[in-house]
Nanobody, 125 residues
Framework: QVQLVESGGGLVQAGGSLRLSCAAS????????MGWFRQAPGKERQSVAD????????HYADSVKGRFTISRDNTKNTVYLQMNSLKPEDTAVYYCAAGRYPTQRFSGDFGIDYWGKGTLVTVSS
């Protein structure tokens, strides 16, 4: 059974940092793109960042560029999201996602084969 399990969420003050992890099990994802989405209360789920199979190519939402960094360790079947300079508007449930292709730009649900259950990030002002 394929599972994506997120961890690392929590409560942090504005300006602080958190590191999210997404551990995959059930199959290897070393040849597929991975990424992070988030959904704030009352809003649609949006793509935050994605990373290609090798880790060379990344994309970020404009709202997080320069503050968030996505990375992956294929030996551990794990993807990370380092979040710095957090703002209250970053408050959301963050979801890990596994794509269908080695390189793809995550947008909406297209091309997403697996989802994690999410981890809550709350940024206080």
């Amino acid at each position: 059974q394929v599972q994506l399990v997120e961890s690392g969420g929590g409560l942090v003050q504005a300006g602080g940092s958190l590191r999210l992890s997404c551990a995959a099990s059930g199959r290897t994802f070393s040849s597929t793109a991975m990424g992070w989405f988030r959904q704030a209360p009352g809003k649609e789920r949006q793509s935050v960042a994605d990373i290609n199979w090798s880790g060379v190519t990344t994309h970020y939402a404009d709202s997080v560029k320069g503050r968030f960094t996505i990375s992956r360790d294929n030996t551990k079947n794990t993807v990370y999201l380092q979040m710095n300079s957090l703002k209250p508007e970053d408050t959301a449930v963050y979801y890990c996602a596994a794509g269908r292709y080695p390189t793809q730009r995550f947008s909406g649900d297209f091309g997403i084969d697996y989802w994690g259950k999410g981890t809550l990030v709350t940024v206080s002002s």
